[in-house]
């Protein structure tokens, strides 16, 4: 038996007595109260099972210094209750199948390998703060959810720091509305992040216009942190369901190819999942990415789920998140139900027609220009003598061929052309030709 109880204040127990098993501390139905100020290690694990009720105001701290199969496990069992706003520390498994009250109470998953949270009959441990340490890598990085769904309570907070959340197909849901409910180590090459597979999401909800960052990412194949920021237009509730898939939209049936013709090209290594899942406001839409890893791009597409297709979402806004660039979608209304979105870049053209005829027979009556992929655009059409005849900074212009109400006559005039992309500059110049009597 190895049981440390360091400046023990009170354990109360009832019922059956509460037993120290070589290096488990086990309460087989019994009455634990830890308090304030106290610290119990326990070096094998602690196992609650029968009826038990512990209450932590203390510290209760597991170990893998043991001989004992998969050491350092924390385990709540039938029908069971932990209570208290104490902390907890676990080197190994946290496994509840009974009830956990978080109260304001910490978790820590402190562990140098893989660690799991799971219950054998379905019950979703609701955290109140959970912390992410440990120095392992690779797979060891992971602390992961086994068959479970896992919930941060409305006051808690989700501290990943430098390890990976893994949710697998299922979900880690945020219930505090804070923006500044979810924290990660920033670093760069070093971030703590969220991952998911097919059917698992980090959901958060929101009651604010604050910018909530959703630090996802993965470790399948190529490691890629890729977070996502949502910024709601008002601060009605609404919920939000992220993920990154770390593969080819192709690989899930959202073919890359199949796109409307304002796409050039489609990023072809991940794509993500966003889902406006309760609440009727717009949000600002933020999708970082690495240049020097995945490529340039300028806007992003989501997938037309009735139309079999991705749709570009109009017009973005480049910036950046640290190291990230991101490409961000302002006032997104969230159309269509379904969840994939994608970066890509946008056909750029611009067709300038040389010739018009204003002669009011109803062909080719006015002027304009056909243009793709603009952010910014100026038009200056003057006469031979230099004199501005018609300006717009309107790429849909439409000119009847009149400056001031009056027609302008036949014969040669000249155009200025300044645009810009998200990634070019364009400056043309050239010469229409108004013929009104054709």
């Known amino acids: 038996m190895i049981l440390n109880l360091k400046r023990l204040l009170f354990i109360s127990v009832t019922a059956l007595p509460l037993l120290t098993l070589s290096q488990i501390l086990t309460s087989n139905g019994g009455l634990v109260q830890i308090n304030a100020g106290a610290v119990v290690t326990c070096n094998g694990g602690v196992n609650i099972s029968n009826a038990s009720n512990v209450t932590n105001n203390g510290q209760l701290r597991t170990t893998k210094n043991s001989t004992v199969a998969v050491p350092g496990t924390f385990a709540v069992l039938s029908g069971s209750s932990i209570s208290g706003n ?36 379905a019950t979703i441990t609701q955290f109140n703060e959970l912390v992410l340490t440990g120095n392992g890598v690779g797979v060891d990085r992971k602390k992961s959810l086994v068959g479970v769904d896992a919930r941060i309570s409305t006051t808690g907070k989700l501290n990943l720091n430098n390890r990976e959340l893994e949710t697998q197909d299922n979900l880690i849901t945020v219930l505090n ?3 500044s409910a979810v924290a990660n180590n920033q670093t760069f090459g070093s971030e703590g992040f969220v991952s998911s597979d097919n059917l698992g999401s980090m959901i958060w909800n929101t009651q604010s216009t604050n910018v909530y960052l959703f630090p996802v990412g993965s470790s399948l194949g190529t490691v890629r942190y890729r977070p996502v920021v949502i910024q709601p237009e008002s601060a009605s509730a609404n919920s939000f369901a992220v993920r990154l898939n770390n593969s080819t939209a192709d690989g899930y049936g959202y073919m890359l190819s199949q796109h409307d013709p304002e796409i050039s090209t489609a990023n072809d290594l991940y794509f993500h999942s966003i889902e406006h899942l309760s609440g009727a406001s717009n949000a600002n839409v933020e999708i970082a990415y690495l240049p020097s890893a995945d490529g340039d791009w300028s806007s992003m597409a989501h997938w037309k789920v009735n139309q079999a297709l991705w749709n570009t979402m109009g017009e973005t806004d480049l910036l950046t998140i640290g190291n990230y660039s991101t490409v961000l979608k302002s006032g997104w209304d969230f159309p269509d139900v379904y969840h994939p979105y994608v970066l890509t870049t946008i056909a750029e053209d611009i067709i300038i027609p040389n010739v018009f005829t204003p002669n009011e027979d109803g062909v080719n009556d006015t ?43 036949d014969g040669t005039y000249f155009y200025i052309i300044t645009a810009k992309s998200a990634t070019k500059e364009y400056k043309k110049q050239g010469h229409i030709t108004i013929n009104g009597s054709l």
Do not use: H, P
């Open 177 to 179: 509305t804070s923006a």
């Open 367 to 409: 002027y304009f220009i056909t243009a793709k992929g603009l952010k910014e655009f100026n038009m200056v059409i003057v006469n031979r003598w230099g004199n501005v005849v018609f300006e717009s900074d309107d790429v849909q212009f439409s000119w009847d061929g009149t400056i001031n109400g009056d027609k302008c006559g």
């Open 86 to 121: 104490g902390i907890y520390w676990v080197e190994q498994d946290w496994l509840n199948d009974a009830t956990f009250n978080a109260g304001t109470s910490v978790v820590q998953l402190y562990g140098n390998t893989q660690q799991f949270i799971s219950s054998s009959n």
